[in-house]
């Protein structure tokens, strides 16, 4: 984990809880913020902190699972880890679809805690990677015409220069000249590359 202000959440609304969770966490070097209740913790934290989530189920107000469905809504990606001493089936079932990444029950056990959080420390790091992959390819077809556009989803659809100038009726010697442009802007090497670019952007449903 590279990133040195990826910081540990902790939400529960009982405070000797909170504080043997910061303990712990904070013997092995990580950061840690702790909240009384899924409203304090909406307040203060902004989207796009590095870090990860754990979160008691039952508190007064908004529960746990309520916050971690509001982010959900709200398109807030941070790794979610659900700690319960009320776990029952159907609570663990709705916290995974919801997207939680672990669902431990009370009392656990503190190394597979802290493996859990190391897990979803990880997971953060690679969202945040692919996002920032995202963005860059986002800013090379940014630089695309509509014409280069056109000729790239063909392209890394399997079809041939000639295919291609009979679709848009131009020269092949034309689409040789838009294919180099793409792949210029697109900063390719080869056409596996591009084709990998174009599948990190979702942009064509056919691959």
């Given at each position: 984990m590279n990133s040195?202000?990826?910081?540990?959440?902790?939400?529960?609304?009982?405070?000797?809880?909170?504080n043997s969770l910061k303990w712990l966490i904070e013997t092995v070097g990580m950061k840690v913020e702790t909240f009384a209740s899924a409203e304090e913790f909406i307040k203060s934290y902004y989207?796009?902190?590095?870090g990860c989530l754990l979160l008691d189920v039952r508190m007064?107000?908004?529960s746990g699972l309520e916050l971690?469905?509001?982010?959900?809504?709200?398109?807030?990606?941070?790794?979610?880890i659900i700690i319960t001493g009320h776990g029952d089936v159907p609570m663990s079932v709705r916290a995974m679809k919801a997207g939680a990444v672990d669902f431990i029950e009370k009392p656990f056990n503190d190394e597979l805690l802290l493996?859990?959080?190391r897990n979803a420390m990880v997971i953060d790091q690679d969202q945040r990677s692919l996002q920032a992959e995202r963005a860059e390819i986002a800013a090379r077809l940014a630089q695309l015409t509509p014409r280069e556009h056109e000729v790239m989803e063909m392209v890394t659809n399997g079809k041939?220069?000639?295919e291609i100038a009979s679709a848009l009726g131009v020269s092949a010697k034309t689409v040789e000249a838009h294919r180099a442009r793409v792949m210029e802007k697109m900063e390719a090497t080869s056409l596996a590359g591009l084709v990998k670019m174009v599948i990190a952007a979702n942009l064509y449903g056919d691959h």
């Open positions: 040195t202000n990826a910081t540990v959440f902790v939400v529960d609304d009982d405070s000797a809880m909170r989207p796009g902190r590095a007064p107000g908004m971690q469905e509001y982010f959900v809504r709200q398109s807030i990606h941070i790794p979610v493996e859990s959080i041939a220069n000639k």
